[in-house]
């Protein structure tokens, strides 16, 4: 239904009054355009009311919309020959609209869009396929205008508008256009954001403000896929401003929330989500946001991106590397990311805070400062609890033993730098390997273990080359060492040979390689104050001799000085230990 009621002249011409429209269907408007559009009829009704002015004077259309109200209800829009629609709104509603033809200004003091669906996908030679609901028909070739012609330049219009609410509205996007099609479907966006834009005279200059986007129950999926490779709880940003007049991007806060993926590495070695995520595959919006950054660049006003803080929080992941078998698996907990200051000016360093849990055991945190081109680094690590025993399939790929436990803490400074001169790198700390026990895979004896071993003062740089430790501590170690009758040693036989090696020959029947001349080769620099061992125990065994024996060794302390590389150092040694009940060892000595 239509309604009018105001005045009206034809002398002058001139009208003002309000006028109305309800219930209008879309698919009316669609017959007299469905030749040109690759549109099924589509559903939806339009409600709209205004206040107007009109008048005609001095050969100049004067018109002014005001208190103007749009209302557009159930609408449906579905590709001709589809089943799946494009676009599916419960409600797109504006009030408090104004309009002003002399002065060519839109004001749109609120747009709320709400309850749907948006459907998008880029085929195979990166077409949008938006891109392709207006029919395109031939065109004849029309004459560009001369250099010299006289075009006027019209006024730009300007347009402004308060807030825009997008609410719970979901989105499904597909691109066919990488080598492995990918595919993203968000379960609700919302937006709400600020806006003004001249157009119509020169660059388009718009602004968008006080930007804030939420996007709910997110996944990334392989395109026809049924599993999703990464998902996430919230992808939000707060706080945003995009100029693209002066092509600035500014965020104040972005993040995600919760969700999880999954990094599996296959027995043939390769890893789907790294394939899948590969920088080298450049769908159609990668290449579009590659070729922009380009033309601005090359037009001498690069674009500008700042994102003040980022942060990852919950995000779950469970790395497996099948390439053993019984596969090796841990899984990643709670992990936690905080970035500040990304930008694309190339000086401003980036901070960085990470932290995770280890679900078998463990955690890690990291903390430090990185340049945005990776030429330098200062980080702090900590690692505190972190289980091996996961780590048991590698040990059996190259051993006969079984990794029973063990645990790894370190706290370390590790500053990276790279120079003309090659790279730079200096790790400084302490690291602690406890609770270490491997079995012999086929007896289930013990082959070593301790209680633990610490390593203070680690120093180690590239550039100049150097290790250095004051201190390692082994604390309760133990061992079981067996010469065989044809005087090969257990210590030898737990690695396993390769297929087709020679089997293992005694010592005696060896062929020893030549020693290298010290001259030939430059030593890595390392030196170990002191390695200081307290109440070990050693099984030993040598079957070997005429009379076979073993016994043990307990209270095995001692220590060893002056580890070192440099072979004008003398290193010095001395242990001590009881032989079964009655008997003492001493070792003392220097090398």
Request: hydrophobic content about 40%.
């Amino acid at each position: 239904s239509v309604n009018w009621q105001g005045e009206i002249s034809l002398h002058p011409i001139f009208s003002q009054g309000e006028l109305s429209m309800a219930g209008f269907k879309l698919a009316t408007a669609w017959k007299f355009a469905q030749d040109e559009l690759r549109l099924a009829e589509p559903a939806g009704e339009m409600d709209f009311s205004t206040r107007y002015r009109f008048d005609y004077q001095e050969n100049t259309a004067r018109l002014v919309l005001e208190d103007a109200k749009l209302a557009l209800k159930g609408l449906s829009l579905t590709e001709k020959d589809k089943n799946t629609p494009l676009l599916t709104l419960e409600a797109i509603e504006s009030d408090g609209m104004r309009f002003d033809l002399q002065a060519r200004k839109l004001v749109v003091p609120n747009i709320v869009v709400r309850n749907g669906r948006i459907a998008a996908s880029v085929d195979e030679g990166g077409v949008l396929n938006w891109q392709n609901l207006i029919v395109h028909g031939e065109t004849g070739d029309v004459s560009a205008p001369s250099p010299d012609a006289s075009v006027p330049v019209s006024q730009p219009l300007i347009v402004r508008v308060g807030a825009v609410k997008v609410e719970n509205v979901a989105v499904d996007y597909s691109d066919h256009s990488r080598i492995i099609p990918l595919a993203l479907a968000v379960g609700q966006l919302n937006v709400l954001l600020n806006a003004s834009a001249e157009v119509g005279s020169g660059p388009v200059k718009a602004v968008v403000d006080d930007l804030d986007v939420a996007l709910n129950r997110v996944s990334f999926s392989e395109a026809g896929g049924d599993t999703p490779l990464l998902s996430l709880d919230t992808i939000f940003l707060n706080n945003g401003r995009i100029d693209i007049g002066n092509r600035e991007i500014t965020i104040a806060l972005a993040g995600t929330t919760g969700g999880g993926t999954g990094v599996v590495r296959d027995k043939d070695g390769r890893i789907r989500l790294i394939e899948m995520l590969d920088p080298g595959d450049k769908g159609k919006l990668k290449r579009e946001i590659v070729e922009t950054g380009a033309k601005a660049q090359a037009e001498g006003k690069p674009w500008s991106f700042r994102l003040d803080s980022f942060e990852m929080n919950g995000f779950n992941t469970s790395l497996q590397d099948h390439t053993l078998v019984p596969a090796i698996v841990y899984d990643i907990k709670d992990i936690r990311v905080l970035l500040k200051n990304l930008t694309n000016d190339g000086k401003t360093p980036i901070d960085f805070e990470t932290e995770l849990k280890i679900g078998q055991g463990g955690n890690v945190s990291a903390s430090g400062q990185a340049s945005q081109i990776g030429d330098h680094a200062d980080a702090r690590i900590k690692v505190v609890g972190l289980n091996l025993k996961p780590l048991h399939p590698a040990v059996g790929k190259f051993t006969l033993l079984t990794l029973e436990s063990g645990d790894v803490s370190a706290a370390v400074r590790v500053k990276y730098r790279s120079t003309k001169s090659g790279p730079r790198l200096n790790a400084d700390g302490s690291v602690n390997l406890d609770h270490l026990m491997l079995n012999e895979a086929d007896t289930g004896e013990r082959f070593l273990e301790w209680k633990k071993l610490a390593v203070n003062g680690l120093m180690f740089g590239l550039s100049p080359d150097r290790l250095h430790i004051e201190e390692v501590r082994l604390l309760e170690p133990g061992a079981k060492i067996v010469v065989f009758k044809d005087r090969s040693v257990n210590l030898a036989r737990v690695v396993k040979q390769p297929d087709g090696a020679n089997v293992e020959l005694p010592p005696s029947q060896e062929k020893m390689p030549a020693a290298a001349s010290g001259k030939d080769q430059k030593l890595f620099p390392v030196n170990i104050e002191g390695v200081r061992v307290e109440k070990g125990v050693v099984d030993f065994a040598d079957f070997s001799l005429v009379l076979p024996f073993a016994t043990r060794v307990t209270d095995f302390n001692g220590s060893v000085t002056g580890i070192s590389s440099d072979p004008s150092r003398r290193t010095a040694l001395k242990f001590e230990g009881k032989v079964d009940e009655y008997g003492h060892t001493t070792v003392e000595g220097g090398l």
